[in-house]
């Protein structure tokens, strides 16, 4: 459905009639999160376990994927709670609340809890990884370590055993991009063919692929000279001044003695 929608066949997809503006569109990050989800699931074992290994830097990995749920309802106290994700590994589960933009905030650690509480309870999650995929401002150690102060107060005396990793979408492309570079050459083709699809959806919902990167972050280039078709060639050094052997003094006179211009005839014919 991808391509159909991004080339203007939305027919019967649901996007029929509409803008691809998804900035206006409710319900944006649940596209991109399942379009995303539904094509790495599609990964063989071994290249998935290097990606999640890549990606969350888990000293204990989910193991090898054996179910992959998207937006399972569960209940707390009489009220339905939806995270985006599940995906049952063999050791462990990996709880995914995805927000559309990487920088904001929209993380809210009140949601957070509730899910993994619910899941907890309900049985659907074994030693979870809460992994929280966009919606904030930065990726850092101290701000993971914020979100899940806020997350164990909201959680009080409730004991859970969690573990939290926070990551932008860039983050997950870079992950998968390396990742698809090491897997087997006859089998790279389609795999970078997956990896256009999500590059396609990420612009789709104006996120960037790679980080931003300024000018003033870029490297010299060490170029000394370039050699143009003409054969010409600029060199990055400044040229000497020429050097004049006799000053204009002491030049020679050209010997000319006499110019003639030849005569100017003018007509007045009509």
């Not at 709880?95 to 809210?108: F, I, P, S």
């Not at 999650?125 to 107060?153: H, M, N, S």
């Not at 789709?204 to 143009?228: D, E, S």
Request: proline share 7%; aromatic share 8%; glycine share 10%.
């Amino acid at each position: 459905m991808l391509s159909a929608v991004l080339n203007g066949k939305r027919r019967g997809t649901g996007f029929a009639g509409k803008q691809l503006a998804l900035g206006d569109t409710s319900g944006a990050e649940d596209v991109l999160t399942a379009t995303v989800f539904e094509r790495l699931a599609y990964l063989p074992d071994l290249l998935l376990e290097t990606f999640f290994d890549r990606f969350l830097g888990l000293d204990e990995p989910p193991g090898p994927l054996t179910e992959i749920q998207f937006w399972p309802s569960w209940y707390m106290a009489g009220t339905r709670v939806e995270p985006d994700v599940v995906l049952q590994g063999s050791e462990r589960s990996l709880l995914v609340e995805a927000k559309r933009h990487d920088h904001g905030l929209q993380q809210y650690a009140q949601q957070l809890a509730r899910e993994l509480v619910a899941g907890t309870c309900s049985g659907e999650l074994r030693r979870p990884v809460l992994l929280t995929l966009g919606g904030l401002p930065e990726y850092t150690g101290a701000a993971a370590g914020q979100l899940g102060a806020q997350i164990d107060a909201v959680l009080g005396d409730t004991s859970l055993d969690y573990e939290l990793v926070c990551r932008s979408w860039s983050h997950l492309y870079l992950a998968l991009e390396s990742t698809v570079a090491t897997a087997p050459a006859d089998s790279r083709p389609g795999l970078f063919r997956l990896l256009e699809d999500i590059a396609a959806t990420y612009a789709w919902h104006g996120l960037r692929t790679h980080p931003q990167r300024w000018l003033v972050q870029l490297g010299r280039a060490g170029i000394r000279a370039t050699t143009c078709p003409l054969g010409g060639a600029f060199s990055a050094a400044a040229p000497s001044p020429p050097v004049l052997n006799h000053s204009l003094a002491g030049l020679p006179a050209p010997g000319l003695t006499r110019a003639s211009f030849p005569p100017a005839i003018w007509s007045l014919r009509p």
